[in-house]
């Protein structure tokens, strides 16, 4: 599925249909083919391209398209486009997106299914235009007020970006919920090849949708519910359908990391910093692979957690001041020893930067490990060949294998457990 | 709970008045004399007369009426509080064969969603807007509202509303009707049997003007909040007439007639 | 719908009649009705507390009443239900 | 391999558009490529400039310490990049703006009077079509076929006489930087 | 400084000075006791008590109110205010709260200090106007974008409110940051005994703030910096700062765990109802004790670690789904097994339902315990009487010791660290 | 960079026109022939003249006008996007002595701004606006802005603004002008040297006003962004004679003069 | 020890002024207290709630699964809250409005016409004085000093009619609660 | 501060006396004081770029200049400073 890590077969196909594309344009015509019936947004940098391309595109197909007054409008354009079962997407940047949180948060508290493209800049306030990966907590943990996830699916290169499109779209209306695209802009404003490997989702029975009460009864798309009782068995429904979507929503890509004695773990942009460092880093002896998460929420953590238990150590590297690096620190719940190392306000870090903090990672380890004794590498940890893990999101290049294990902690206790289980879907 | 069937009388008598049918059997959790129910009922017989009922989406707003959808027999989404003019612009703009209806409170419309409604009525977004003009925030316990008139007293103006600290109220109704978008805007009330005959025809006429097609078409309502008005139902209507239409006169603001600024091409896209 | 323009004229109920039907149950007391009725003929039954927890109105005087809905107009409840008057047949 | 290019200069210049080709040359030979510009308010008025990245495989980082090669279109794009080029690659230099040199006798420096050559081509205002040109003679990253073949492409065939001055002004180029225009082409120092 | 635990001293003076308060008219007293000079809101249940509060004292004291039109207008009124070195408050519940996402984000950039009050209602979406945690991830996370935190201070009971509102102004004018005091429905709404314990914190000299250029040059107040070298910059003194807030005023108090074998960790409406469980708990035999962050940010990690180091299991209780038992599984990293009990959309556990919880966890807790010998209890495990933890934020009955413990990972690598390290605030 | 001293003039010549004082010498990230350079000096000279300077705060807006710190030596502060009118009144309402000045482009204003900016003059905050009206969002590239003219290309409506899709353009200035907060409203352009002289005389009567207590101030100007029209900097003048101005008329359009509604009582509390 | 009471009927009947009253006692015997108000638009025509929990230490968890009394002013109430006394509790309910019982031998059941016997007091309208008044009258949680001089303070001397007449209401319902007035207090089945 | 009204007009400046100083570094070459110039007596010079990458404005004929400073009223980068026209003593 992801095409950044693919080697081989694309030399041999070399001269095969492929269109230089800006992330942007790439993400708007991709959202277009997957049968984006509606585009709401407002102008922002560094995401504009992905509004004019819409703007020039939906109406020639005769679909909708509107600059809204606002990111508030947009995001609630697009609360109202979705309760109709339309297929719906929203793009901004950073300060655009903070504006969404309540919309989102009313989304989601509906289950009202729509795309949202945040093209992350750096902040805070307002920042600047330049990339960054410092709206990770927002769109994975605390954008919009109540108990909600959303899906996070973070591209690190403009044709895995189409693909998730289409993906987004599926995740969306299979689970009624908002998803977010979290790309910055470096991917949005790049030029890359594509592959139009277009998707178009196949469309559901909207049984809930508004239409017009034409002979049924009246439906009713709404998040509010007075009686505790009721918002309650809600919410257990709301977080049943989470924690389905966290049990087979999964995705990541790993490489060379069958041998690895340390990884990087990196998302997006930063990811790609750390491909190429990973290649550095080996030739300069370090056993050191990289793990990317596809989604951020669900975030991959059994499989890292199985990973982290035969490593000296994890290396997350971000465009921000540390976010995911929080998410890994759960799963690896002190199997190894996380590092991290970050860039922020539109800086990127280079290759060799990376490296350099690889090393003295490395020797800091060491000297830990002899002291503490705490990093025996397993003795079994054992190489399995490429396979998918069951979402196709395998990089061709490298992989760990993952099998299913137990779920860490926390516990969910009594009372809680079982109510969501009582929750019929 | 009673049932509307004359005693013992076989043969069914001429009706003429009775519950219409897009109302539902619940009884509202409005307060006594709440002029919301009245509003909901106009709604539905409107709609009822036109057969929109099956074709109808409503836009609930954030206010007293966000339950609009348990007495309204018709499909409904659940608006953020002060978004129901982005929210009916989003089912608008894919769902053109529908009627898109959505209600509003002078808080929801005139205070925190004063830019969605600006542009929606901008766009001449082919919707039709019902603003329910009580002064105050009724659901919120009575804080005032960019409606409330200078010298009233409310929870969050105890002193009565002072210009120079609160500013003045707002006939954003006019300045909506400025916007060529707007086909239709007009002002009704509520407070006795012949106001409430001609805020019908007005609610009639915002409906017709979205199947015509010429624009965004709203019905701004003088009505009551006796809770937060500290007063009875019938003072509070009484207060309307003496207070109230003075500040915000009834009647028709404009109304472009057929001859409104039509689409220049032929739909939603 | 309000109101069914092609209901008979023709057949007239068989009596004992009522001009209108009251709701009791859904009745709040708030007595815009009572304000409304060209005719005085309705108040409030302070004997009676209803379902919602008000005293319910009552039609006083059936005879009097000219079926003129005002009082259903101005009702936010839907309490009434009006009936056509008796003809004088 | 990766290999790197910057094209720095005043906007207007024409700067994004020769990266753009050369991002389209790229593909055209099947290779991979990856094109970033410097983006935002900037881009108006002030400099632009954008970094191209071309491949064997995927690219990774999008970031690059050092550039195998630069076109420095003025005098602050010379001094910001000149330092940055990598030991043993190549710096393209504006002469007809910038008099000043890179002084790094561990690069080649070509010093191109890209007005003149652009005017001499047909239009003056080509002047990074002529660098572009020159990058492409010198280092064959990319053949001369692809970019004909992407520029074709980009510029288009309705506007044809626009097509005919960008061909003319990478053809000079090309010439200059396969040094077989030595003549107009500096080497520093 | 809490209140909430108090017992004999209380008993003691009962016929002094104490006033019947709801808790959102306490918070607003306190604030305008505290010398707030401005506050800015927009009516919203279950906080509109305190508006209106504001409404009637402010101008009777010549001071600033504003009903503004919207959150997101009273936010950026604070904004302006804020800027110009006021002391500025402003409060909301959920979905408003949602709303000031962009505007605290702003704030956080451009260090405006200021006072936000979230009393928390059901959500997603409208939700409900009951009492809820479920914006714990938003204020301690993810609000507004970019690489930002913001002190959150946690209540449990309103006299304890209001001791932290006078706190939350220092924090704010101390650290030129935002402030968030996270309560919720219960608190908004009940009514306790306060003790009129207001206080003023000192104005501090605001050389940065906006009074007009005059004899002196001019003063900007922004977030912008396109240049991202700078922006890295600011960013890293912003990071430099959230660093001495998460080492200098964490706050937390503990009951009953000099002997605890079980932890429950919970904060605001939800410690009260594990307040009564320890003693139900104990009272039936389990050996539990309360451990109540009173910040949310920065978390008590340290102390809690060092706690769950000689504990057989915590268990967190919140009105949520589940959102600061992550950031107590981060805490703890493994060392003792942590559960969760949570109920949303307006509902509160009840003492019974969470003594139950406990003692199927316990249960569950001992079978582990076999099976890995994962949990033995530290034998060095000592009981130290009580005394503060340096902020005064000890509960009167019941402490447990804390001593500094070396910070858990992750650890900073390489140049980021070092960067932190080159920023003088 | 040239000092302003002329060649070889031992005694100083009478100065007619030079670099206000209130103006930084850096030179600004306009693009050649953007009206915001012209606006910005001409608040540097009003300022200065009134003596102002001093007690101004300002507020920068989100748009190509964010860096205005950077050239008028004022304090500042940032604010969000749409937001000035709300950042401005938090400032007028803790420090009643100062001058609170704003400046706003179109898509700040009259977009996402539009709640703020209609109820900072329904409450007549004593605030001094200048809206640069330039029909698009020049620092986004070039999108479609409310004011953007029907049949107007830019980079979200590239076959041009149809009504039908994008709704109408919105003239907000005389929308505010109805609410009696407003104590002053007019609309100036930047065209010529005749031009730029009337509107330096609004922006100063929209001071005055400000200093008068009486209400809001608002100087609408209508201003070019040759790069988002596609023109060179003098055809976007012609421009703005030619189809411009026909749509947004010049002149003031109302001034309440000092017998405007004033405060009812004494300040800002 | 910890004892909590719920207040519960129509919005109107004055219940959250009883509350409150009950409270301000408490505080006035320098006991601890907890008041909490049923809160929302529910309140506006519906029905009205609140509770309170007195203490000798600071209360904890605001939520009661079992109350140690209820005070039903309506049927929906004594329905809801009926079953949810505590066995050994006190149940009151107003008799006036209400015929049913809880039928629950394990608790204590006070049926008190309240509406009568608030007119005999003076005003008919202070239905919950009367039902608070049986509920101190009956528990001594808080004595009737505290109470009297709570209504002195929350009714205030200005409004010296209004006072006159709730502390009628109040004695009234003491008594009755006190067993002084058996004729009009039923117990339960 | 614009214009100085207390400037004095008795001092004539020594020559060589120029009626505009253009301050070429802060030129964009925008050409609107080259439309706005009623004498016509501003041009861009083609032959140079200044530091922003412009070709700046010059004064073509300081002798027709009229210092009415239409040319500094226009420009969006205040490169002019006009002085008083020399008077014929
Ligand atoms: C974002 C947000 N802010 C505030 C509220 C609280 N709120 C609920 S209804 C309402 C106002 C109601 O006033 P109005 O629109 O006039 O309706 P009314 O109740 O008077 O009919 C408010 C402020 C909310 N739910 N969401
Ligand atoms: C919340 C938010 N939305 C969008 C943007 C992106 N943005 C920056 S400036 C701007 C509009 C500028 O247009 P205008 O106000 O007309 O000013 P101009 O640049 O034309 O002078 C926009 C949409 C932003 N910074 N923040
Ligand atoms: S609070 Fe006011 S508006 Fe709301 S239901 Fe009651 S009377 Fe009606
Ligand atoms: S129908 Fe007319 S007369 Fe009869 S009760 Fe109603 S208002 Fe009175
Ligand atoms: S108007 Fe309706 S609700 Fe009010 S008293 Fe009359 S019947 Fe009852
Ligand atoms: S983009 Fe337009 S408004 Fe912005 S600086 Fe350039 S010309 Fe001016
Ligand atoms: S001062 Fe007047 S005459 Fe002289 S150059 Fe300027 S515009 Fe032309
Ligand atoms: S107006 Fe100013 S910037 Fe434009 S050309 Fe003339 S001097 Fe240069
Ligand atoms: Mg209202
Ligand atoms: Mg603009």
């Known amino acids: ?425 | 709970m009673s049932v509307a069937t004359p005693p013992r009388a076989p043969a069914s008598p001429r009706v003429i008045y009775q519950q219409p049918e897009l109302l539902s059997e619940t009884s509202t959790r409005y307060c006594p004399g709440c002029g919301h129910g009245i509003i909901h009922r106009l709604i539905a017989e409107v709609l009822g007369e036109l057969g929109l009922g099956p074709r109808t989406i409503a836009v609930a707003p954030v206010g007293c009426a966000v339950f609009a959808y348990d007495y309204l027999l018709l499909d409904f989404v659940e608006a953020p509080h002060g978004r129901a003019p982005a929210v009916a612009t989003g089912i608008r703009r894919v769902r053109p064969d529908n009627f898109v209806l959505m209600y509003q409170g002078d808080g929801d419309l005139a205070a925190i969603g004063t830019a969605e409604i600006v542009h929606a009525a901008a766009r001449g977004e082919r919707i039709t807007g019902i603003f329910v003009n009580n002064g105050i925030y009724g659901m919120t316990g009575g804080q005032m509202a960019p409606t409330t008139l200078l010298g009233q007293r409310t929870t969050s103006s105890p002193t009565g509303r002072e210009a120079s600290l609160a500013g003045y109220p707002i006939r954003i109704t006019e300045m909506l009707a400025q916007l060529p978008g707007t086909a239709y805007a007009a002002r009704g009330t509520i407070i006795d049997p012949s106001s409430v005959g001609k805020t019908k025809a007005m609610i009639k006429r915002a409906c017709q003007v979205q199947l015509e097609g010429t624009g965004f078409a709203l019905v701004e309502i003088l009505s009551n909040c006796p809770v937060g008005w500290g007063l009875t139902a019938q003072q509070s209507m009484d207060h309307i007439r003496a207070e109230v239409i003075p500040a915000y006169p009834l009647g028709v603001i404009i109304d472009r007639g057929k001859r409104a600024v039509a689409p220049t091409s032929g739909g939603e896209g | ?89 | ?189």
Chains 1, 5 share one sequence.
Request: charged share 25%.
């Open chain 3, 1 to 89: 719908m309000a109101i069914d323009p092609l209901a008979t004229r023709a057949r007239a109920p068989l009596p004992p009649w009522t001009p209108l039907v009251i709701a009791e149950d859904k009745c709040k007391g708030c007595e815009l009705c009572v304000a409304a009725c060209p005719k005085a003929v309705l108040a409030l039954d302070e004997g009676v507390v209803n379902r919602l927890g008000y005293h319910p109105v009552r039609l006083t005087d059936a005879s009097r009443c000219t079926s003129c809905a005002f009082c259903a107009r101005v009702c936010p409840d839907v309490v009434f239900t009006i009936y056509a008057p008796l003809r004088e047949v």
């Open chain 1, 1 to 425: 599925m992801t095409v950044m890590h693919g080697t081989s077969e694309r030399r041999a196909g070399a001269r095969r249909a492929r269109v230089l594309m800006k992330g942007n344009e790439a993400i708007a015509e991709a959202a277009i083919q997957a049968g984006c019936d509606a585009y709401f947004g407002y102008p922002i940098t560094p995401q504009a391209e992905l509004l004019e391309w819409m703007a020039r595109r939906m109406p020639e197909l005769g679909r909708t398209f509107v600059q809204a007054e606002s990111e508030l409008a947009a995001i609630n354009m697009a609360l109202g486009a979705g309760a109709t079962g339309a297929r719906v997407m929203v793009s901004s940047s950073s300060p655009g997106i903070s504006l969404m949180a309540e919309g989102m948060s009313y989304m989601a508290g509906s289950e009202i299914p729509v795309v949202l493209v945040n093209v992350m800049r750096g902040g805070p306030g307002l920042g600047s235009i330049q990339p960054s990966q410092s709206d990770y907590f927002q769109a994975v943990k605390g954008h919009g007020h109540g108990d909600y996830r959303t899906p996070v699916l973070a591209p690190a290169s403009i044709s895995e970006a189409v693909d998730l499109v289409a993906h987004a779209f599926e995740l969306a209306e299979r689970y009624r919920t908002p998803v977010f695209i979290l790309a910055d802009g470096t991917l949005g404003q790049a030029m890359e090849p594509v592959e139009l490997r277009f998707r178009t989702p196949e469309r559901r029975a909207n049984d809930w949708a508004l239409t017009g009460a034409d002979g049924r009864p009246p439906r009713v798309v709404k998040s509010l519910d007075l009686l505790p009782e009721n918002l309650e068995r809600h919410n257990l429904a709301l977080q049943a359908k989470f924690q389905e979507i966290a049990r087979r929503e999964v995705r990541w890509a790993g490489q060379q990391l069958e041998d690895a004695e340390f990884a990087i773990v990196a998302y997006g942009t930063a990811a790609r910093v750390a491909r190429t460092a990973v290649a550095r880093g080996r030739s300069r002896g370090i056993k050191v692979g990289l793990f990317r998460p596809i989604t951020l929420w669900p975030f991959p953590e059994r499989e890292l957690a199985r990973l982290a238990a035969r490593l000296r150590g994890i290396l997350v590297v971000e465009l921000s001041a540390g976010q995911m690096v929080e998410d890994v620190r759960l799963a690896v719940e002190g199997r190894c020893p996380v590092a991290f190392h970050g860039r922020m306000g539109g800086m990127i870090p280079t290759p060799d930067e990376v490296v350099e903090v690889l090393r003295s990672f490395q020797a800091r380890v060491g000297r830990r490990a002899r002291r503490k004794a705490l990093l025996p590498l397993p003795a079994e940890s054992k190489v399995e060949p490429p396979s998918g893990n069951g979402h196709g999101a395998v990089d061709r290049a490298g992989w760990a294998p993952v099998e299913p294990v137990e779920p860490s902690e926390p516990v969910l206790a009594g009372g809680h457990r079982r109510r969501l289980r009582e929750v019929a879907r």
């Open chain 4, 1 to 189: 391999m990766e290999r790197s290019v910057i094209f720095a200069g005043f906007g207007g210049q024409g700067l994004l558009f020769a990266g753009q080709a050369l991002a389209r040359g790229a593909l055209e030979d099947g290779l991979e490529v990856f094109w970033i510009p410097s983006y935002g308010p900037e881009m108006r008025g002030g400099t632009a400039s954008c970094t191209v990245i071309v491949g064997d495989e995927p690219i990774g980082s999008p970031v690059v310490d050092r550039f195998d090669a630069a076109v420095a279109m003025n005098l602050p794009s010379l001094e910001k990049y000149g330092p940055r080029v990598a030991s043993g690659g190549l710096l393209i230099v504006n002469a007809s703006l910038v008099e000043e040199t890179a002084r790094r006798p561990d690069i080649d420096e070509l010093h191109i009077a890209c007005t003149e050559l652009a005017g001499e081509a047909g239009d003056d205002k080509l002047v990074s079509v002529v660098a572009l040109g020159a990058l492409v003679g010198r280092l064959d990253w990319v053949t001369a076929d692809a970019m004909e073949a992407a520029l074709r492409e980009i510029v288009g065939k309705k506007r044809s006489a626009a097509l005919a001055a960008d061909l003319a002004a990478f053809e000079v180029g090309l010439a200059v930087g396969r040094g077989e225009r030595l003549e107009v082409a500096a080497a520093s120092r």
